[in-house]
């Protein structure tokens, strides 16, 4: 049962948080270049994307720790300080996918899709009416037009990249272990 478990635990792992982990990755620039041109509409489908796959797969990511316990339990190794290392970070990476990550993808998000409407009004606009809309729309976008944001979301892609880099270690070299690497 124990290998079952482990093989469940691994594939759960690839499918589910390698995706997150890439389209992550790819949603800061692909936000930067969404902003640059707001008439762009490919930018904003790709960003739309990006955004979807990692909100679905971060849902299906819950198998990777629920199967990733049950090999625990039956290696019997639930005491295990590596163990118990990898759930602390297991944990503290789905925190900042959850409150860090997905949240300002979704800010970014909003702005690109604001910024391409106000974009679209301008060209139908004259232009004293057209640096009205565009000043709404910069004002309802706040600071997730700004491209810092995209920085700030970088940094926090690449926290939660670490921290699944180095569960992934963890779960390979298995520092301390009796039961063999």
């Known amino acids: 049962m124990t290998k079952f478990f482990l093989v469940l635990h691994v594939l759960a792992a690839i499918v589910a948080v390698g995706p997150v982990t890439v389209a ?7 936000a930067r270049r969404a902003l640059a041109d707001p008439g762009d509409q490919r930018a904003a489908e790709t960003l739309r994307l990006l955004h979807r796959i990692c909100r679905v797969y971060a849902g299906l990511g819950i198998a990777v720790p629920v199967l990733g316990f049950a090999t625990a339990m039956s290696m019997g190794v639930l005491s295990d300080a590596w163990l118990i290392a990898s759930m602390a970070l297991t944990g503290i990476a789905a925190a900042v996918l959850l409150a860090l990550v997905l949240p300002r993808q979704e800010e970014l998000l909003e702005a690109v899709e604001a910024a391409a409407g106000a974009e679209a009004t301008t060209e139908v606009a004259t232009t004293e009416v057209a640096t009205t809309v565009t000043a709404g729309a910069a004002a309802t976008t706040g600071v997730a037009a700004n491209p810092r944001a995209t920085v700030r979301l970088a940094m926090f892609t690449g926290i939660f990249n ?20």
């Open 24 to 30: 992550a990755s790819m949603f800061p620039p692909g």
């Open 162 to 181: 670490l921290l699944w880099a180095t569960v992934t270690i963890l779960m390979i070299v298995r520092p301390g272990s009796t039961t063999g690497a």
